[in-house]
């Protein structure tokens, strides 16, 4: 072959490479960061609230582990961003509006996912706080991934006992205006406002507790 030839013939797998490299499939979407990720984990966005596969059958040997407590239960008129939003309680399945079961009363909500390693590290912190703080709190998980199986086990792992709800269609992160990281802590007014997002680790139960006196008033 001369060296025309040649020349032509390299040209020519060049651009066969460059239309094969261009029309290849590619992911340039949002990703889940590892659970040993020492920063905030990039929530990725997701419409399913769980997999077909989370059904009663399979969550109720899970939920039995768990040993969540109850939801907070209707005690007043909605108002806020948070009224009509329904979500199932992760620990026995039922469903609670969340406006209606905070009404009146000041609320911390904890948006975490099984995948984030900095939830992992401050939800333990939140079950500490919320046995110091007793009533005069309520704080609520809620679980920002559709894999409903793996957010219970995750809560056993744990040892977390806290109320939470499952939303892995994010309807709480969208109705509160959170940004797309995650853990997120919401402060509720008792009025049913958004006193502060906080889209931070807490690091101690001394940090939620400043948290909490600064935004809501609440010594506790």
């Known amino acids: 072959m001369n060296r025309s030839a040649l020349r032509w013939s390299l040209v020519a797998l060049i651009l066969v490479v ?22 905030l984990g990039q929530r990725a966005p997701g419409t399913d609230e ?3 596969a989370d059904n009663p059958e ?3 040997p899970l939920r039995q582990d768990a040993g969540l407590a109850a939801c907070p239960t209707p005690s007043g008129a ?17 469903y609670v509006d969340l406006g209606q079961a905070l009404a009146g009363r000041p609320a911390l909500l904890n948006i975490w996912a099984y995948w984030c390693g900095p939830c992992a590290e401050e939800l333990p912190y939140l079950q500490q706080y919320s046995e110091r703080a007793g009533e005069k709190i309520e704080v609520l998980t809620v679980h920002n991934d559709a894999n409903e199986a793996n957010g219970l086990t995750r809560l056993t792992d744990y040892g977390i ?3 939470g709800v499952q939303d892995g269609a994010g309807r709480v992160v969208a109705a509160v205006g959170a940004p797309n ?18 889209p931070q680790p807490f690091r101690s139960v001394d940090d939620i507790a400043d948290a909490v006196r600064v935004n809501l008033g609440v010594d506790s």
Not at 18 to 39: E, F, I, K, N
């Open 50 to 52: 769980r997999r077909a």
């Open 181 to 198: 990281v995650l853990p997120v802590s919401v402060l509720i007014s008792a009025d049913g406002t958004v006193a502060k997002v906080l």
């Open 18 to 39: 460059g239309m094969v490299y261009a029309l290849w499939p590619r992911s340039d979407g949002p990703t889940a960061q590892p659970t040993d990720s020492p920063g």
């Open 78 to 94: 909605a108002s806020g961003p948070l009224t009509g939003i329904t979500l199932e309680c992760i620990g026995d399945g039922s």
């Open 161 to 163: 006992t806290l109320p």
């Open 58 to 60: 399979a969550l109720a």
